[in-house]
């Protein structure tokens, strides 16, 4: 097991009409607040008037931002720090999934840097003041109401980039605001929360059995409770324990002790950079094609893959049928919600391969994910793999 | 799942030689620190010199209460309080195990506090301002290095009572520093770590798969883990996963979403009020007899503990032959690494039970547990079969 430090003091409140703290919550932090949304979702269910009504109750200003979109873009980033610098904004409230709190987390990176927000995602700043950012989370997937980190795409260069910025003071998380959540998304949703548990699982660090074991416990409760909600959206233990699966899986515990690879984000985030593509649907065609790329370098780990979360029988005469059949049963799990897991499904060709292979290389060194550390070829092989 | 609140603050710094950030991390919190140890230990190695060498290098001005003993007293408590009022003390660094902890969290809530800091455990006062309490770890076992909790003898009366007061700002783990550790220690800390576990682990709150899992992972690290610590008192990772599944036990996230039981508990600490006896031992004499007695208001749960935690193959004729059989397993277990099953074992004798019984009933009103309310005459027909 490696050193670590592990400091996570994100507030979770979770559970039903837990919503209804948020103004509370918002003026132990603040006394102007960004509201930062994405489409309508919030207004024709009703959350948005009623965070606005629990604002106004709780003696706290608002004022708003919505329009972000999947893939966040840094051009509503750089939009929201002008707002908040001319309005004097002390604190951004997040209602929505991943893709807006990670849209304000940069904002709130952004607001007290002189130089541009950009320089944390390239690397040559590191965000140093942040205003205080809370959350209410209505899509379980990216896990970024506990995680310090955040995506962001420059769409204009075509790049999408990340950075660890801050971890919100709070996040609600109340399952029943995923009820409505759309069949896809919610597959989509379940394939990252999936992926953030597989990059930690995939180590060459030895001896980490409580995470390995964690790791695994985290994994069968999502696998096992997908299905229940697409049978029955409305099926609110399903929800809530996907939901609690989704912050266990990127609130860094998992993680504790181990080095994670990160291969399979890095090239799912060229491919979004791309053609938009949904991160839960890139990384379900991404990461069934690392697997069998990288299998054989440690067969013994993906046997333990096959026979703990995917209940393979083993075959101790054959440990890589067993680790074939472990990835095999994922690719099948993939198909059975509604997900692609052939780069052809999701608009990507063979034309495009030289641009993601040349974007992970020019972020990210010389070798991409720390497990297999990929070459350029490798990366080539990745998706033929995937084709 | 049930709504819940989680929110655990502590910085979390765990590795080989991490120790030597204490006198830095303690600035951060205080300028005059009350040292809080136990008995030589932390003496004869190195420890305390170390730390001292530290704090002083770090420019904070350190006095010392050193002397707290396994179930730790009141007396020396009101002791600190009185001490650290007279040097000004503003930050209490707990090096130790469990008892130093909790006697640190008694005193750092009892200075602010104008009336006897007894009150807090009776129920009559809920502790308001506190002293921030830093932690080095040496004994892995109570968890209260991250939990609020607090267990206090008020000897003179024969009363152990627990109370939440505070969490630690920070929780130094080496485990390094539990290599010296005696074998029958490890063990009552294997015990005590399995049985915050347990305790959450037996609930009636259903659909609680994540939480289910989870614990199980953890308990399941304890038990592969502990023999190898026993057979190699050196092995470093094997001591690590104790370590961290220690404080993975007792932080509450394996709680979140459930109603946890602490029958055992309960009942554990009247023992140990009346004879002393290390609380892990028991513990491992108490819980078997309490799941003999629980198990048939619950065959299913108890199947899922032998089938997932003990490996047991399921007899799916005879749930309860399958159920019996787990029980049975961790009670070889318990055994199998020196720890007693039985009240002979630890001189607790039928003419005890009357006191046992009436004073887990003075202070935990007219039933003990959630999992089963149980009654004065169900704790006596534990007590029986536990003989």
Not at 5 to 25: M, R, S
Not at 47 to 59: F, N, P
Not at 252 to 263: C, K, Y
Not at 272 to 287: K, P, Q, T
Request: with cysteine; aromatic share 8%; proline share 4%.
């Amino acid at each position: 097991m490696r050193d670590f430090t592990f400091f996570n003091p994100t507030k979770i409140i979770f559970g039903k009409e837990v919503q209804k703290v948020v103004g509370e919550e918002t003026k132990k932090h603040g006394k102007k607040v960004l509201l930062h949304y994405g489409g309508g979702h919030i207004k024709t269910s009703g959350l948005y008037d009623e965070v606005i009504d629990l604002m106004r109750k709780a003696g706290v200003d608002t004022i708003e931002l919505g329009n972000v979109v999947p893939n966040p873009r840094l051009t509503l980033v750089r939009e929201g720090i002008k707002l908040c610098r001319k309005e004097g904004v002390d604190f951004i409230l997040a209602v929505g999934g991943g893709s807006v709190i990670d849209s304000a987390k940069a904002i709130a990176a952004g607001v007290l840097y002189s130089g541009d927000v950009w320089d944390f995602f390239t690397g040559t700043a590191v965000p140093d003041q942040v205003l205080p950012v809370g959350v209410i989370l209505t899509i379980p997937a990216a896990g970024s109401e506990t995680s310090p980190g955040s995506v962001i795409t420059d769409w204009e260069n075509g790049n999408k980039r990340d950075c660890d910025m801050l971890r919100p003071v709070f996040a609600i998380l109340n399952p029943e605001l995923t009820f409505t959540l759309p069949p896809y998304q919610t597959a989509c949703g379940a394939s990252d929360i999936m992926a953030h548990i597989m990059e930690r699982y995939f180590t060459r660090v030895s001896n980490v059995d409580l995470t390995d074991r964690l790791c695994e416990a985290t994994l069968k409760t999502v696998i096992n409770n997908v299905h229940k909600v697409l049978n029955d959206p409305y099926d609110y233990d399903a929800r809530a324990n996907i939901m609690w699966a989704g912050t266990i899986a990127h609130n860094d515990l998992l993680s504790t002790g181990r080095i994670a690879d990160w291969a399979s984000h890095m090239i799912q985030h060229e491919l979004s950079a791309i053609n938009d593509v949904a991160h839960g649907a890139g990384l379900s065609v991404i990461f069934p094609a690392w697997m069998k790329y990288v299998l054989k370098s440690d067969v013994s780990r993906f046997v333990q893959f096959s026979v703990r979360v995917w209940n393979v029988e083993q075959s101790f005469d054959n440990p890589e049928k067993t680790a074939v059949e472990g990835i095999e049963r994922m690719e099948a799990f993939f198909r059975s919600i509604g997900l692609p897991t052939r780069l052809g499904e999701i608009d990507i060709r063979e034309s495009d391969y030289e641009r993601i292979i040349s974007n992970c290389k020019r972020f990210d060194g010389d070798s991409v994910g720390n497990y297999v550390k990929l070459s350029c070829g490798d990366i080539r092989r990745i998706l033929e793999l995937a084709q």
